[in-house]
């Protein structure tokens, strides 16, 4: 099957300013003149036979239960990997979040709906009936609530190791405003194999990227003070390029991230989700995320994925496994949205 191009944002000329022209562009015309077209690589393929049956299946399941997932709402350019291979990223408490950052296509609301308190066991109740492995949480910042919602996502998760005990378990929180006694409440003794949060950008881009609330500080505290109360489960991170930062403060944060003992590390291209988002600053080559893939490996981490078209839940499930032993997720049957320098035979040399 022919790959699926990812739709290309056209560009549009900027007429001349100044007297010798009559044009005058909106602020919206302006804003659309300054998006990016997509490179040639920006590629992936779409799943076919049994892998194919399972994307379908739970699309399905999924839209019958009423259930929302990161997955559509931010756009995920791996859907149909990820679907199709029993893995599958739910957003819970609500469908809009308390805090605007500059590059998400999540909407924003100040006094969001309340929490409702089925979600739990519809949640649960769907999975019970899906053919997946493994199921990432993800959830909106909820700075209305007290504890930020964290009561809520350990519902959640309860709730689905309840009905499937079997089933691996991801969480992709909030920094819950830096509430230590609420991130305590979430986590101890909770059955999860991952918790993740991600940093977003650079610290140095935090200002430009991020809602004033967040901060690249306050993210690694949460990750760090994670890694304290459970010492036995992974934690991960995610960064984006193309915002305004450097080759170097990449390389930066990923080495201040590991001083933390962050185990898992997703690096991707951030897309403008619309006129009105932040506009993408450069397209890196794909050679640079290999060579990203490969720092991030000799610096300690025991899962990566790195490439223009990763997300943080880009193949949880395989990340998650790469780190207990199994051959790195990025060598299996790629898919063009993640790159290394590794490649098939590599991995299979190494567990031999």
């Known amino acids: 099957m022919e790959p699926m191009r990812l739709p290309v944002v056209e560009t549009v000329d900027i007429p001349p300013s100044g007297c010798t022209t009559g044009t005058t562009l909106s602020p919206k015309e302006k804003r659309k003149a300054l998006r990016k077209r997509l490179p ?3 590629k992936t393929t779409l799943p076919t036979g049994e892998a194919q049956d399972r994307f379908n299946f739970t699309k399905s399941t999924i839209e019958g239960g009423s259930l929302n997932t990161v997955c559509e709402e931010a756009k995920c350019p791996n859907i149909h990997d990820c679907w199709g291979r029993g893995t599958a990223t739910f957003m819970i408490a609500g469908e809009e979040c308390t805090r605007g950052c500059r590059f998400c296509a999540v909407g924003t609301i100040k006094t969001p709906l309340p929490l409702d308190p089925d979600e739990p066991k519809r949640l649960a109740n769907a999975v019970k009936d899906m053919a997946l492995s493994y199921v990432v949480i993800t959830v909106v910042n909820r700075d209305d609530l007290p504890d930020g919602g964290a009561s809520h ?5 309860d709730a689905i ?3 499937r005990p079997d ?3 991801e969480l992709l929180c909030s920094d819950l405003d830096g509430n230590f006694e609420a991130l305590a409440h979430l986590l101890e003794g909770a059955p999860l194999d991952v918790f993740a949060h991600n940093v977003e950008c650079v610290p140095r881009m935090d200002f430009n990227v991020r809602d004033p609330r967040a901060s690249f500080n306050q993210s690694k505290k949460i990750l760090q003070e994670a890694k304290r109360i459970r010492p036995d489960i ?3 991170t995610s960064i984006m390029v193309g915002v305004g930062e450097t080759d170097e403060e990449i390389s930066d944060t990923m080495r201040d991230l590991r001083t933390i003992d962050v ?6 291209q951030y897309l403008q989700p619309s006129d009105k988002h932040l506009p993408v600053d450069r397209f890196p080559e794909p050679s640079k995320y290999a060579d990203w893939d490969t720092e991030a490996r000799e610096m300690g981490y025991k899962g990566v994925a790195c490439g223009p078209l990763v997300r943080s839940s880009f193949r949880a499930g395989l990340l998650k496994d790469e780190a207990y032993g199994a051959p790195p997720a990025v060598t299996r049957s790629q898919t063009n949205s993640a790159i290394s320098h590794l490649s098939f ?3 299979l040399t190494e567990k031999i």
Request: hydrophobic share 40%.
């Open 40 to 42: 040639a690589w920006f």
């Open 153 to 157: 996502y350990r519902k959640c998760i």
């Open 161 to 163: 190791h309840e009905v």
């Open 167 to 169: 089933i691996g378990l």
């Open 234 to 236: 992974l934690t991960k």
């Open 263 to 268: 185990d898992l590390l997703t690096i991707g």
């Open 345 to 347: 035979s590599d991995s």
